[in-house]
């Protein structure tokens, strides 16, 4: 089944992709600043919200990791 058709792997690819982003962005911080418009800004935005919220989106991995071992 595809990621976008189930809601608990959908919620999981977009705290993977603000991680990401927050990551990557730590890491090269000049080459995210420098594309904040246009379709390039969705991954500063994403790093912005996984910046600024981090300790709601550490929890909310943190819940998604136990829901996926309760799960299986």
């Not at 910046?51 to 299986?72: D, F, H, K, N």
Request: charged share 10%; proline share 3%.
């Amino acid at each position: 089944m595809s990621a976008l058709f189930n809601f608990q792997s959908l919620l999981l690819v977009i705290l993977l992709f603000i991680c990401t982003c927050a990551y990557t962005h730590y890491v090269f911080p000049r080459i995210m600043d420098s594309r904040k418009d246009g379709v390039m800004g969705i991954f500063w935005r994403a790093a912005r919200v996984g910046e600024r919220l981090s300790p709601y989106v550490s929890m909310c991995c943190i819940a998604m990791a136990v829901s996926l071992l309760i799960g299986q």
